[in-house]
C-alpha cells in the first residue's frame, strides 16, 4: 500500500496470513499534517470482488471499502471510504471529505501506474 497510497507510510500484519474476517492490520499515515495511526479489521472477505475493512476507534472511525470487477481486458476497482467524525473532527469533517476525494484519486491513479509498470 505505500507504493500508491501516498499518505500512508507503514503498513504491519498483526494477523497471520492469509487474510480473513477478523484480521487485523496497523496503518500509519500523514493526513493534513498529522500523523495518524490507526488499526483496520477486515469486516468482509469475497476474494477477488471485495474487501471491506473498518476501524472503530479514534475520533475519525473510519470504513474502506474496495470492490473489483471484470472490465473488457482488465479490472475495474472502486474505493470508497466512510467515516463519522466525533469531537472537533465532525466541524471539518466537510473539508476533510474533500480532501480525501482528491487524495484517492491521486492514490488511484497510482495504483493504477504501479499496475500497468508490472
Same mark, same amino acid.
Given at each position: ?29 500523514h493526513?493534513?499534517?498529522r +500523523? &495518524? *495511526?490507526?488499526?483496520? %479489521?477486515? /469486516? ?8 471491506v #475493512? ?22 475495474l476497482? +472502486? &474505493? *470508497?471510504?466512510?467515516? %463519522?467524525p /466525533?469531537?472537533?473532527?465532525?466541524f471539518?469533517?466537510?473539508? #476533510? ?12 491513479q ?9
Amino acid at each position: 500500500m505505500p507504493a500508491w497510497y501516498k499518505n500512508i507510510t507503514s503498513v504491519e500484519w498483526l494477523s497471520p496470513e492469509p487474510t480473513q474476517v477478523g484480521s487485523k492490520i496497523a496503518f500509519v499515515a500523514h493526513f493534513m499534517g498529522r +500523523t &495518524l *495511526r490507526y488499526i483496520y %479489521e477486515v /469486516a468482509e472477505l469475497v476474494p477477488n470482488q471485495r474487501l471491506v #475493512m473498518r476501524t472503530p476507534e479514534g475520533s475519525f472511525p473510519m470504513e474502506t471499502t474496495y470492490t473489483w470487477q471484470a472490465n473488457g481486458s482488465g479490472t475495474l476497482m +472502486t &474505493l *470508497r471510504n466512510r467515516g %463519522e467524525p /466525533a469531537g472537533f473532527s465532525r466541524f471539518v469533517a466537510p473539508f #476533510m471529505a474533500m480532501m480525501m476525494r482528491r487524495e484517492n484519486r491521486k492514490d488511484l491513479q497510482r495504483l493504477a501506474a504501479v499496475v500497468t509498470a508490472d
